[in-house]
C-alpha cells in the first residue's frame, strides 16, 4: 500500500505483514491473551472467533494507521472505542489494557524474525496511543455534563413543554 511508505510506523505495517505470513498469528494473540488475566476468558464466552480473528487483524492495521495521525481510520477507530467504552457492547476494563498490549507485543515478538528491542519499543510506543485513545474517549463519554449544558438542557426541556398543548 503507498500509504505505508510515507507512513510514519511503515516500519509496524512491515513488521505485522511478516507476522501476517503466519496465518496462525492472530489466532496465537488469542490463545496468550486469554490464559494472561483470569477476567479475559468469559469476555469471550460467546464470541465466534472466526469473526473476531477477522476483526482484529484489521483492527490492528487500523491502530498503526491511527497512531501514526491518519484520519482515513478515524471511523473504524471510533467503533472500536465505543465497543469497549464502559457503555458500550464489551466494556473493557482499564486494567485489561495493559494484558492485550503485552500479548500482543509477545506474538509479535515470536513471530517477527526481525524483531528487536528498538522495533518492539516503536510497537508499544504506538499500541499505547491507541489504548490512549480508546480510554480517553471513555472518558470523555463519562463526563458529567457542564452546569451551563445542564442550564441549556433545562431550559430547552422547558420551552419544549410550553409549547406542548396543554390538556386540562
Ligand atoms: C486497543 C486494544 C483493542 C483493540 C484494537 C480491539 C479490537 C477489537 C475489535 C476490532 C473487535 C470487534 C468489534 C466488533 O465486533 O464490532 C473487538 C471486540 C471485542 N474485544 Fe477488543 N480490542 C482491544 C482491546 C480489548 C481488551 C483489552 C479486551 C478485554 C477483554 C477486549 C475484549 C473484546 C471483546 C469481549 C470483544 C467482543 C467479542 C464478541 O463480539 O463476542 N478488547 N475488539
Redesign the pocket.
Known sequence: MDTAVTDPYADLHQSYGRCLRDKEFIGRFYDVFLASNPE?PA??A??DFSK?RL??RR??TM?IFHAGGSRVVDRGIN??AA??ASGGR?P?PAA??KD?VASLLKVVEEADPEADEALMARWREALGV??GT?QGRDAAQATPESPAQAGARGLFSRVMQGLRPVSR
Request: hydrophobic share 65%.
Open positions: 479475559v469476555m469471550f460467546h464470541t473476531q476483526a482484529l483492527g490492528i491502530a467503533e472500536m465497543v469497549h464489551c473493557v485489561l489494557y492485550w491507541v489504548v480508546f
